[in-house]
């Protein structure tokens, strides 16, 4: 329930305060961990699984608490000594049942925040309009906002729409959506009203309730004060893109499941979380109230047009300088048995090996490189339809791409594979995410060998009952062609790397060359 209209201001008389934040691995909560650090708070960050933030430059400046908020003893005593706890996680992608479980999990954290004696919590739910049926996913925001609302810790709940910002889902959303297509019929709720807000801006807000003196316990409204339609918005990305005028259809028709099917054959949003996210824009999501204004002023310069966010947002993907994305937060590893517990177990190995007389640290720049718009070095096309056939089932499909073009990190994504493990300079070890009748992993491995290196490469197949057995066998054949490819033009490229740097070293040692 909102407070009475109160206007707390940002305490001066203590300024950094103790922070717990969940949904450190997420989108929002990775770019949210260092700008706190910078203000002067001290953090600590609870994962499930802490190898999935072992790549990022935070780690050494934070407390990592390794627990679920399924436990609400260990949550409790993760609390100890915190003034503001950060809870920026949920289950839109965790099938079906998620609404059930994100209100449990929202419970336990309030009681263990009231039993510890925080002083806050901060959340970040959806922007919606009122006294409307909304969809399964925003129902479930609204309701876990409301169980802090509800508890005996103040909350400061937060209503965003639209997230514009490199590697965001909605972001991804309408880049791939606008991209695709020069005309595109679309379902009637294109013509809805958006108000989206550039992911600075959340992150300012989220960073100066950590400030605020209180009593304080409401929803506020954000958004960048400028109102698109969805259409409108993906007009408005084609132009600064520099792609020619799109024409959106607009249909009679609202087909929810549909356009989520559409969406995630066309973007790198799987359908598990396509459909949430079209379900959510089936109303206008536009602030009622900027009573925001009265407790945190509007950042310096003003809020961040939606044109300027995409703007901001294709220069990060274009420099390689995306902190977080979307689809880092995805499933826990499942990681892979070493070699010797393979013994009952029935697995499928198809190894390779390529000696060439190249430095392996240049046979290492290919392999990080490996996937995107790099690609997988063997038969494009047989790996297309293979990722169109992965997101017609659902699956992850080759659009995710990666965050950066030439480094990985534990738990980021590269196509429809995760980085389970990287010993960088000698081993990458993917897992795979596309839909297949068991489990799967490729590793990519140098070493020195004699004057040259040797590169090794495994895929590895844990089939589940007899239509795993029979997916491996339908795919032997395939995989006959495509890998020994694989490894001839990984250590192919990488010559080619190796000749280009000499040849550049070459051009500079000349007397006279520039």
């Not at 791939?176 to 009203?193: G, K, Q």
Request: charged share 20%; net charge neutral.
């Amino acid at each position: 329930m909102n407070s009475p209209s109160a206007t707390p201001i940002p305490d001066t008389d203590r300024k950094t305060r103790t922070v717990l934040v969940t949904g450190a691995t997420g989108y929002i909560g990775g770019r949210l961990v260092p700008r706190l650090l910078e203000a002067g708070h001290t953090v600590k960050v609870l994962v499930r699984t802490p190898a999935k933030i072992a790549g990022v430059p935070w780690l050494d400046d934070v407390v990592v608490v390794q627990s679920s908020l399924d436990d609400g003893g260990a949550l409790r005593d993760a609390l100890a000594g915190v003034d503001v706890l950060y809870y920026l996680v949920h289950s839109m992608a965790a099938g079906a049942g998620f609404e059930s479980k994100e209100k449990a999990m929202a419970e336990t954290a309030a009681q263990a925040a009231a039993d510890a004696g925080v002083d806050r919590i901060v959340y970040l739910g959806g922007l919606h309009p009122a006294n409307v049926e909304l969809s399964t996913h925003m129902r479930s925001r609204e309701a876990v906002g409301k169980v802090f609302l509800d508890s005996p810790v103040d909350a400061v709940v937060f209503q965003a729409g639209v997230v514009i910002g490199s590697g965001s889902a909605s972001f991804e959303m309408i880049r791939h959506l606008s991209e695709t297509l020069p005309l595109m019929p679309a379902p009637s709720w294109v013509r809805n009203r958006i108000e989206a807000i550039g992911v600075r801006d959340v992150l300012y807000y989220l960073v100066g309730a950590a400030s605020l003196a209180g009593p304080i316990n409401r929803t506020f409204d954000i958004g960048c004060r400028q109102v698109l339609s969805y259409a409108g918005m993906m007009k408005e990305y084609a132009a600064e893109a520099g792609l020619p005028y799109r024409v959106v259809l607009a249909l009679p028709i609202p087909a929810p499941k549909l356009a989520g099917l559409w969406v995630a054959l066309t973007t790198p949003i799987p359908l598990s979380m396509s459909l949430p996210l079209v379900e959510s824009l089936q109303h206008d999501a536009v602030t009622r109230e900027h009573d925001i204004d009265s407790v945190i002023p509007v950042p310096a310069g003003g809020l961040t047009p939606y044109r300027r966010a995409v703007a901001l947002a294709l220069g990060r993907e274009r420099d390689g300088h995306v902190e977080t994305t979307w689809a880092k937060a995805g499933a826990d590893a499942d990681p892979l048995p070493s070699d010797p517990d393979w013994s009952g177990h029935k697995v499928y190995v198809d190894e390779r090996t390529f000696h060439g007389d190249i430095d392996p640290a240049h046979v290492w720049t290919v392999i990080e490189g490996i996937g995107g718009r790099n690609g997988w070095y063997s038969l494009p096309l047989a790996w297309r339809v293979r990722g169109w056939l992965d997101k017609i089932t659902g699956g992850a499909g080759l659009l995710r791409g990666r965050r950066h073009p030439g480094n990985l990190a534990p738990g980021e994504v590269v196509d429809w594979w995760r980085v389970e493990r990287i010993d960088r300079g000698k081993l990458l070890r993917l897992r795979a995410e596309m839909r297949a009748p068991g489990r799967a992993w490729l590793e990519l491995s140098v070493e020195p060998d004699g004057g040259g290196s040797l590169y090794r490469q495994r895929a590895i197949f844990f089939p589940k009952g007899l239509s795993g057995r029979l997916y491996w066998l339908a795919v032997l054949p395939f995989h006959s062609l495509i890998f020994p490819a694989m490894a001839r033009n990984i250590t192919t490229a990488a010559q080619k790397f190796a000749d280009a740097e000499r040849t550049e070293s070459g051009s500079k040692n000349t007397p006279g060359s520039p």
